[in-house]
């Protein structure tokens, strides 16, 4: 296991990954199915998506594990096989990997409000319990909490994985720019209202990933440095806002224009960069280049 947080402090900046759902629709992935589970019975493309990222001269790697908690894939009655499949999805990831690139264990939202009362904060905990220990298992070098709107449920996947795991921590939430023009998540969280709590909880990198292209991820980061100029800022945008046409969502943004922006988003304090939906391993060489300039 590498520190993240090591080769931060030695390396100024550092590329992270781009998106995995939509590369694999394109490898196949049909609406309706259950990506995790590719792990396990498409273990050939996931380790092309993979290998796609750490060819093209990214840093770290996620991993296909986004929506595997026991809570999430309950909707495909697979809640009983959630240690195996993130087991697995670390495992892929590692192989790609190798020994140059870090992988990072993704951990998204269950979907399940607490407020509502569906499930307990001891279940949500378990839930996440059971994926980060299988994550760190099949050779993750960090967990990465992502697309988090609720500070509730955040703190409870950085518990879980600081508690069951040696791995650090990376949290980040997703934003969207209201009327008035500040950042929120969908329950109300701001970025700066985000940082305290996350790094309260455990969290060794925060940031900020999805719903926003390049541009709006900047205005996070700044937003993000008025309060902590010292914790390491990771970044997964967007390749721009999703466009839906005939039937098809496409991401406006092509590597070029994400590259133009990268210097901007560094000079806002952002230490790791990467992409989230509609990026490809093309924008991820793109960002590359433009940081070596």
């Known amino acids: 296991m590498r520190s993240l947080l090591a080769l931060v402090k030695k390396n100024k900046i550092l590329i992270s990954d781009g998106a995995w759902g939509t590369q ?6 049909k609406g309706g199915e259950c990506p995790e589970l590719w792990n396990i019975t498409h273990r050939k493309e996931v380790l092309t998506v993979a290998k796609g990222y750490v060819d093209a001269g990214a840093d770290m790697i996620l991993t296909n594990s986004f929506g595997a ?26 192989e ?12 998204g939202p269950t979907g399940v409000i607490l407020m509502m009362g569906k499930a307990s904060k001891e279940d949500l905990y378990n839930s996440f319990s059971i994926q980060a220990e299988a994550l760190a298992k099949g050779g993750a070098d960090a967990i990465c909490v992502e697309t988090m709107a609720d500070i509730e449920e955040a703190t409870l996947a950085i518990k879980a994985a600081k508690e069951k795991t040696d791995c650090e921590i990376i949290c980040t939430f997703t934003f969207e720019k209201i009327s008035s023009g500040a950042y929120k998540t969908m329950m109300g969280v701001s970025p700066e209202g985000m940082v305290s709590a996350v790094k309260d909880a455990g969290a060794d990198i925060i940031g900020t990933n999805c719903g926003n292209g390049i541009e709006g991820m900047i205005d996070i980061v700044r937003a993000i440095r008025k309060i902590d100029k010292e914790t390491p800022v990771l970044v997964h945008a967007n390749a721009g806002k999703p466009v839906f046409r005939n039937g098809v969502t ?9 590259a133009g922006k990268a210097p901007a ?13 509609g990026t490809t391993p093309d924008h991820i060489r793109a960002m590359i ?5």
Do not use: Y
């Not at 790609?96 to 951990?107: Q, R, W």
């Not at 280049?289 to 300039?293: I, L, P, R, S």
């Open 69 to 94: 908690s026991p809570a999430k894939l309950s909707h495909w009655n697979l809640n009983d096989r959630a240690f195996e499949i993130n087991e697995a999805a670390a495992n892929i990831s590692r």
């Open 289 to 293: 280049a433009a940081v070596k300039k």
């Open 96 to 107: 790609a990997a190798g020994d140059e690139c870090l992988v990072l264990g993704s951990i």
């Open 24 to 29: 694999l629709h394109q490898l196949g992935l």
């Open 265 to 277: 988003l560094i000079e806002a304090g952002a230490n790791i960069i990467g992409g989230c939906c």
């Open 250 to 258: 496409t991401f406006p943004e092509t590597p070029d224009v994400m």
